[in-house]
T-cell receptor
Framework: KAGVTQTPRYLIKTRGQQVTLSCSPI?????VSWYQQTPGQGLQFLFEYFSETQRNKGNFPGRFSGRQFSNSRSEMNVSTLELGDSALYLC?????????????FGSGTRLTVV | QKEVEQDPGPLSVPEGAIVSLNCTYS??????FMWYRQYSRKGPELLMY????GNKEDGRFTAQVDKSSKYISLFIRDSQPSDSATYLC????????????FGQGTTLQVKP
């Protein structure tokens, strides 16, 4: 079956702009989580959605937001971009009741802020 | 101090060597422990999952958890060049959460 699809794969934005990243989970997966990966901080949890509800949120400023649609697809938005937002943004999905580590990750969106 | 500490390496070994990768953690509430492998330009993929303390073996991979020492390990036997990747440990306190706490990742290179 198809994996987790993230679009776009690469993105270059200017400081102050906003960006929306998209994630299509594996069919049947209702839980979607987002992570930011940088060389300095590693993988950091952004937020988790389950059945259109945000179930968990990481320690990121309010400029980072997300949502999940009824078909489980998810988007994350970053407003007023800063240079430090340059990172690989990873989306992961799993079936509702699978093990905590049962997430399948997408290949990510590489965001560069200039 | 980070909740999960992992030596970023890089670690370089010859083909066929036994590789030992480790993480320490500070949060005693962690009960679920995972090892992920990440190839360049790809997302992490789950290698091993362990609940609480103990060992788990899957082919050439063995995961160990010592909750008393807050220390987890991943052993790779008969390492292959295809094992060259970044290995990430991850942990969770809650069975029903998408919030995983990751280590920094260790970059492994297996030389032919």
């Amino acid at each position: 079956k198809a994996g987790v699809t993230q679009t776009p794969r690469y993105l270059i934005k200017t400081r102050g702009q906003q960006v929306t990243l998209s994630c299509s989970p594996i069919s049947g997966h209702r839980s979607v989580s987002w992570y930011q990966q940088t060389p300095g901080q590693g993988l950091q949890f952004l937020f988790e959605y389950f059945s259109e509800t945000q179930r968990n949120k990481g320690n990121f400023p309010g400029r980072f937001s997300g949502r999940q649609f009824s078909n489980s697809r998810s988007e994350m938005n970053v407003s007023t971009l800063e240079l430090g937002d340059s990172a690989l943004y990873l989306c992961a999905s799993k079936e509702g009741n699978s093990i905590p580590g049962g997430y399948t990750f997408g290949s990510g969106t590489r965001l560069t802020v200039v | 101090q980070k909740e999960v500490e992992q030596d970023p390496g890089p670690l370089s070994v010859p083909e066929g060597a036994i590789v030992s990768l480790n993480c320490t953690y500070s949060n005693s509430a962690f009960q679920y422990f995972m090892w992920y492998r990440q190839y360049s330009r790809k997302g992490p993929e789950l290698l091993m999952y362990t609940y609480s303390s103990g060992n788990k073996e899957d082919g050439r991979f063995t995961a160990q958890v010592d909750k008393s020492s807050k220390y987890i390990s991943l052993f790779i036997r008969d390492s292959q060049p295809s094992d060259s990747a970044t290995y990430l440990c991850a942990m969770s306190a809650d069975s029903n959460t998408g919030k995983l706490i990751f280590g920094q990742g260790t970059t492994l290179q297996v030389k032919p």
